[in-house]
T-cell receptor, first 114, second 117 residues
Framework: QQQVKQSPQSLIVQKGGISIINCAYE??????FPWYQQFPGKGPALLIA?????SEKKEGRFTISFNKSAKQFSLHIMDSQPGDSATYFC?????????????FGTGTKLQVIP | DAGVIQSPRHEVTEMGQEVTLRCKPI?????LFWYRQTMMRGLELLIY????????DSGMPEDRFSAKMPNASFSTLKIQPSEPRDSAVYFC???????????????FGAGSRLTVL
């Protein structure tokens, strides 16, 4: 059962453009929504995260938008740079199993072209 | 801290052989996770330990897979016998928390790329 659905699978954006990745979740018990960034040959690393009590969180060029009623959240990368080229995973964390289990989306491979 | 350390980084083996992957979590972290990453299935949680105790092993594919955490600074994931479909990148991650409320921020190792011929 895939509890976090992520789209698109891949994305090509021009340098300076906006990259948008979308995720949807099913379980309302989730209470923490992080995004992880993974470069080739490396493990995923936390990029930015949001709680469901806020609708938006911004850190530099990265913004999470959160729609609790629709059970959707998205990552926006403003002024995308070639160095942002990586795979991005949305995730959801909560206590449906009695512990803070982290469930990942399937990932979006972003390529920013000069 | 050197972060989460995994070994080996790459492993090539033949079908039927035993494979052991190793992980040293970040000192002080009380939760440890093993994930498997493939193109088809993304990041799958295999097993979760809290304070060295296995809490959730529902993601372990079958009896060929086993994991241990004999102490707070070491964990192993063993596949015996290995099969070509086990080829993947295996990640270990650690965190503070897990069984307590609050954000569960995972710190991943660099992964072990396994190829079973």
């Amino acid at each position: 059962q895939q509890q976090v659905k992520q789209s698109p699978q891949s994305l090509i954006v021009q340098k300076g453009g906006i990259s948008i990745i979308n995720c949807a979740y099913e379980n309302t018990a989730f209470d923490y929504f992080p995004w992880y960034q993974q470069f080739p040959g490396k493990g995923p690393a936390l990029l930015i995260a949001i709680r469901p009590d806020v609708s938006e969180k911004k850190e530099g060029r990265f913004t999470i938008s959160f729609n609790k009623s629709a059970k959707q959240f998205s990552l926006h990368i403003m002024d995308s740079q070639p160095g942002d080229s990586a795979t991005y995973f949305c995730a959801a964390s909560g206590r449906p199993g009695g512990y803070q289990k982290v469930t990942f989306g399937t990932g979006t491979k972003l390529q920013v072209i000069p | 801290d050197a972060g989460v350390i995994q070994s080996p980084r790459h492993e090539v083996t033949e079908m039927g052989q035993e494979v052991t992957l190793r992980c040293k979590p970040i000192s002080g972290h009380n939760s440890l996770f093993w994930y498997r990453q493939t193109m088809m299935r993304g990041l799958e949680l295999l097993i979760y330990f809290n304070n060295n105790v296995p809490i959730d092993d529902s993601g372990m594919p079958e009896d060929r897979f086993s994991a241990k955490m004999p102490n707070a600074s070491f964990s192993t994931l063993k596949i015996q016998p290995s099969e070509p479909r086990d080829s993947a990148v295996y990640f270990c991650a650690s965190s503070l928390g897990g069984l307590i409320s609050g954000a569960n921020v995972l710190t991943f190792g660099a992964g072990s790329r396994l190829t079973v011929l």
